[in-house]
T-cell receptor, first 112, second 118 residues
Framework: ETGVTQTPRHLVMGMTNKKSLKCEQH?????MYWYKQSAKKPLELMFV???????ENNSVPSRFSPECPNSSHLFLHLHTLQPEDSALYLC???????????FGSGTRLTVV | AQKITQTQPGMFVQEKEAVTLDCTYD???????LFWYKQPSSGEMIFLIY??????QNATEGRYSLNFQKARKSANLVISASQLGDSAMYFC???????????????FGKGTKLSVKP
């Protein structure tokens, strides 16, 4: 039990599908993050939310659409993805003033 | 420019022996935090150890210790008495304090794959 829960753990979707990844934390953290981890690449920060407001978007294509309805939940809506978007998507949370992040177990996405 | 450099893509160690995983970093911020995470094949990023830039002593957490050499900007992870369950990817990461009260984001190196041999 990490305190950050991601669902689903695995997802296979076609290029024309629409799906959503969900992240939930019950740690009382006010910052949440989406990272993408592709094979043999460093983790890439995608989006940052602080107190439900998006504070960073690292030039992520619009086919990835984040949503943060409250400080405990973070979604990543996916549509018309490409095969190169296949990766492990990791969610993390942190508390302002703390250095460390707590990560979820990730969603392993395969785009076919 | 790469801020976190891990030069060892893969390492092997014999069970019960110690191993050092290298990490160098680059920052001009006087205040920052250094982290090591373990990622087993399941994908979860597990926090191992933290070192603050102003900490005088090297951090230790059980079998993990961080060899912090500030002048050399290095933060190597030492795992003592390796176990088979230590086989995983290990990532070094840094978070800068930033200015004006804002904090930078956690940035990662490319990782080192550690394999423990029985």
């Amino acid at each position: 039990e990490t305190g950050v829960t991601q669902t689903p753990r695995h997802l296979v979707m076609g290029m024309t599908n629409k799906k959503s990844l969900k992240c939930e934390q019950h740690l009382g953290h006010n910052a949440m993050y989406w990272y993408k981890q592709s094979a043999k690449k460093p983790l890439e920060l995608m989006f940052v939310y602080n107190f439900k407001e998006q504070t960073e978007n690292n030039s992520v294509p619009s086919r990835f659409s984040p949503e943060c309805p409250n400080s405990s939940h973070l979604f990543l809506h996916l549509h018309t993805l490409q095969p190169e978007d296949s990766a492990l998507y990791l969610c993390a949370s942190s508390q302002p003033g703390d250095y460390g992040y707590t990560f979820g177990s990730g969603t392993r996405l395969t785009v076919v | 420019a790469q801020k976190i450099t891990q030069t060892q893509p893969g390492m092997f160690v014999q069970e019960k022996e110690a191993v050092t995983l290298d990490c160098t970093y680059d920052t001009s911020d006087p205040s920052y935090g250094l982290f090591w995470y373990k990622q087993p094949s399941s994908g979860e990023m597990i926090f191992l150890i933290y070192q603050g830039s102003y900490d005088q002593q090297n951090a230790t957490e059980g079998r993990y210790s961080l060899n912090f050499q500030k002048a050399r900007k290095s933060a190597n992870l030492v795992i003592s008495a390796s176990q088979l369950g230590d086989s995983a990817m290990y990532f070094c990461a840094m978070r800068e304090r930033g200015y004006g009260g804002s904090q930078g984001n956690l940035i990662f190196g490319k990782g080192t794959k550690l394999s423990v041999k029985p």
